[in-house]
């Protein structure tokens, strides 16, 4: 079965540092990868994925994520964080066989607080 | 206009209430889900329509079942709610293009059972 993991409940980083937040994968084959953001009170918005092809994918937002396939991590950076960044992110895995993201499993979220 | 909708987006209802949450979608998307989202769990898939005759349990789906009325509604009941079901329940959308699939939300009912 496929199962994400998020290491971290919580990261604190001041505004302007950068951020880098860890999504661990289990899965038997390549799965379709994906980061969503949920702002307080709000739905989840798509970040980026990946399907295939180059493993540093771009995402909205200025975030950007790295697909290693040795590692099982899909991991999320941004080089300047802003205050407006500051949400709960979560990490989502599909399996590819079946069309991608009909079926993903979440991992548990990360909650960022941004000082200023 | 909000591409995926969901109402309403609040509701606090009792024990033993039948509850009815709707999802409606512009974005002509056959694939339709519900999730329901708890504190420190994620979210959990419910149920998953792939089209309008296609209905699939998810991993949570006691307790729950689910109406696909049109390609764009998709709806969410709990029969007889219980405290446990208090959570954040989400629909989303997807289309299967070029092999890829990506889900998109809507902004979540919030639903308490007393």
């Known amino acids: 079965a496929q199962s994400v993991t998020q290491p971290d409940i919580h990261i604190t980083v001041s505004e302007g540092a950068s951020l880098e937040l860890r999504c661990n994968y289990s899965y038997g084959a390549t799965p379709y990868l994906f980061w969503y953001v949920q702002s307080p009170g709000q739905g989840l918005q798509l970040l980026l994925k990946y399907f295939s092809g180059d493993t540093l994918v771009q995402g909205i937002k200025g975030f950007e994520a790295e697909f290693k396939r040795s590692q099982s991590s899909f991991n999320l950076r941004k080089p300047s964080v802003h205050w407006s960044d500051a949400a709960e992110y979560f990490c989502?895995?599909?399996?590819?066989?079946?069309?991608?993201?009909?079926?993903?499993?979440f991992g548990t979220g990360t909650q960022l607080k941004v000082e200023l | 206009d909000a591409d995926v909708t969901q109402t309403p987006r609040n509701r606090i209802t009792k024990t033993g209430k039948r509850i009815m949450l709707e999802c409606s979608q512009t974005?002509?998307?056959?694939?339709m889900y519900w999730y329901r989202q708890d504190p420190g769990l994620g979210l959990r898939l419910i149920y998953y329509s792939f089209d309008v005759k296609d209905i699939n349990k998810g991993e949570i789906s006691d307790g729950y079942s689910v109406s696909r009325q049109a390609q764009a509604k998709f709806s969410l009941s709990l029969e007889s709610a219980i405290p446990n079901q208090t959570a954040l329940y989400f629909c989303?959308?997807?289309?299967?293009?070029?092999?890829?699939?990506?889900?998109?939300f809507g902004p979540g009912t919030r639903l308490t059972v007393l």
């Open positions: 989502a895995v599909g399996p590819i066989l079946t069309g991608g993201g009909n079926k993903l499993t």
């Open positions: 989303a959308t997807s289309v299967r293009l070029a092999g890829t699939d990506t889900q998109y």
């Open positions: 974005k002509g998307h056959d694939r």
